[in-house]
């Protein structure tokens, strides 16, 4: 297993696509903080004549910093393309067979693999939030009036939370590698699931509030704006890290930890399963 570690991680660290990754996902994150510091000057601007509404719009580091590491963002993109390239380009180049002739375990490689994918994509996530942080500050400065008591501990609360659905995302980002094997294929798959399935559970969610007849038409507006995912967000992997804050403020948080793991236990036992049963060509 030691073995197996010491080779992929040598792999991960010579392909070019883990470090094009990395750069695009820093530079998407300076670009994010610029473009934010840009739209707080405008709506500063439009205080002047509207009044102070849209001052409270503005956006700040302190309501930033809680989403930096979520998988829910387009940055998450270049995860799914790292992990599928780190699994499938050697299904492609014919070295997986090279390594399980070799003796190893089929659940050492699948595991070896897994850890690692698992390591590319903390990096590649470490990198957006460092450089939201710094940029962060740079453009959108200080929250006027600090951070405020209790914010870092439910911070980093999230943050551990948030850890933990990445892994999630990872172990079902494999387990359809090893279940497609071929690049394209699974970075399509991938990529469809990562943005058509929230578009889904947003139409369920508003077809659900249209259909209670029990609220008004404030009272619906009201709740798809503060959550436009409603409950089904707790169910898909992609949508549970915006669920994660309100959990915590609802003491709730033990239901995105629970489907989290289930995700990793579920994702990892199947890609281990086929990854053993079907032969590698």
């Known amino acids: ?44 601007s439009m205080s002047d004549t509207v009044g102070d509404m849209m001052t409270s719009q503005m956006v700040t580091l302190k309501n930033i910093l809680p989403t930096i590491i979520s998988p829910t963002g387009d940055w998450f993109i270049l995860v799914i393309i790292g992990v599928c390239l780190f699994i499938t380009i050697e299904y492609n180049a014919g070295t997986l067979k090279n390594i399980a002739a070799r003796g190893f375990k089929r659940e050492y490689i699948f595991l070896s693999k897994l850890i690692v994918c698992v390591v590319e994509a903390f990096i590649i996530t470490l990198c957006f939030a460092v450089s939201c942080v710094i940029f962060g500050f740079a453009f959108l400065g200080v929250p006027t009036g600090g951070f405020g008591d209790g914010y870092f ?74 959550n436009q995912y409603g409950q089904a967000a707790y169910y898909w992997i992609g949508t549970l890290g915006g669920a994660v804050s309100e959990s915590y403020h609802n003491g709730t948080i033990y239901i995105p930890i629970l489907v989290a793991l289930a995700y990793i236990v579920v994702s990892g036992a199947i890609g281990m399963l086929v990854f053993k049963k079907r032969d590698i060509k």
């Open 1 to 44: 297993m030691q073995n197996l570690l010491k080779s992929d991680f040598y792999k991960l660290f010579k392909m070019k696509s883990f470090y094009v990754c990395a750069i695009i996902a820093t530079a998407m994150a300076a670009i994010s903080m610029f473009l934010d510091s840009q739209l707080n000057n405008m709506m500063q």
């Open 153 to 226: 501990t439910e911070l980093f609360t999230i943050y551990g939370v948030d850890i933990l659905i990445l892994i999630g995302y990872v172990s079902l980002i494999a387990m359809v590698a090893y279940l497609i094997r071929t690049n394209g294929g699974t970075i399509a798959i991938t990529l469809c699931a990562h943005y058509l399935v929230p578009v889904i559970i947003t139409m369920f969610n508003v077809v659900t509030i249209m259909n209670d007849t029990s609220d008004s038409d404030l009272e619906k507006m009201m709740s798809y704006t503060s």
